[in-house]
């Protein structure tokens, strides 16, 4: 079964373009630090002990006739002495 929300090809062209997917390889995004809440009152261009969570991801075409890799990294504990990491993958069709 498959269930494809409306918007989620808009969604995903977006992410394609902002990382400058054009071959098989891609870059992490610029980092964005983030409250608990998912936002942050200075901006999320720097850290501060507000916004202590950092957002990157990137999409990564994988060819023809394959879904992209969408991935985003969440690091979290920048305050503490060792930094924890959670990845989250997923694939998405290019055709919708």
Do not use: H
């Not at 630090?33 to 999320?44: A, D, E, H, K, V």
């Not at 075409?61 to 504990?77: A, C």
């Amino acid at each position: 079964m498959r269930i494809t929300r409306k918007g989620a090809a808009a969604a995903v062209a977006a992410l394609v373009a902002a990382c400058g997917v054009g071959d098989l390889l891609s870059q992490w995004s610029t980092p964005e630090y983030l409250s608990p809440s998912g936002s942050c009152p200075t901006g999320t261009a720097t850290w501060t002990a507000a916004c202590r969570w950092m957002r990157e991801w990137k999409v990564t075409n994988l060819g023809v006739g394959n879904p992209y890799d969408i991935s985003v990294r969440v690091t979290y504990n920048l305050d503490g002495a060792t930094p924890k990491v959670l990845r989250l993958d997923m694939e998405r069709r290019k055709t919708f």
